[in-house]
């Protein structure tokens, strides 16, 4: 099964160092996914918001920031560990704050104008623009 990832539509996007660290859903689940900046390439780690409380333990993250430099395909050292046991560790409230599903994108132009009238007087008016349909599967 492939995934792609449209760093465009993600919620939040950081660089840290030669990391890609993107906020974004996967599966309809907030996802953090930590991917190579330079390794076009290479595996990416990611970090679900259903198994974000595992990460609050010293021990399961210190694991896998090994497992995930690993996947990551950056050298065996502890220095890697740390660093990405460190931006999994401080990347945690930004998951957990992020909206639970992305916004829905609109589509160009719009159908025209709703205006809300009491005794001939305008009190609220809005473009009517509609969303964008997305993926159906039957």
Same mark, same amino acid.
């Given at each position: ?23 974004? &859903? ?17 595996? &990416? ?35 890697? &560990? ?57």
């Amino acid at each position: 099964m492939s995934l792609t990832l449209d760093l465009d539509k993600a919620h939040l996007t950081r660089h840290i160092g030669d990391l890609i660290i993107a906020f974004t &859903w996967m599966n309809d689940e907030r996802a953090m996914v930590i991917l190579p900046a330079f390794r076009k390439y290479a595996r &990416w780690y990611i970090v679900l918001d259903s198994a974000a409380f595992k990460y609050d333990d010293p021990n399961y993250l210190a694991m896998q920031g090994k497992v995930a430099a690993e996947v990551l395909g950056m050298r065996p050292a502890p220095e890697n &560990w740390f660093k990405i046991a460190k931006v999994i560790h401080e990347g945690l409230p930004d998951l957990i704050r992020m909206p639970f599903a992305p916004q829905p994108e609109k589509m160009l132009g719009s159908m025209g104008t709703v205006a809300l009238r009491e005794n001939g007087v305008v009190v609220d008016e809005f473009e009517l623009v509609l969303d964008k349909p997305g993926a159906v599967y039957v």
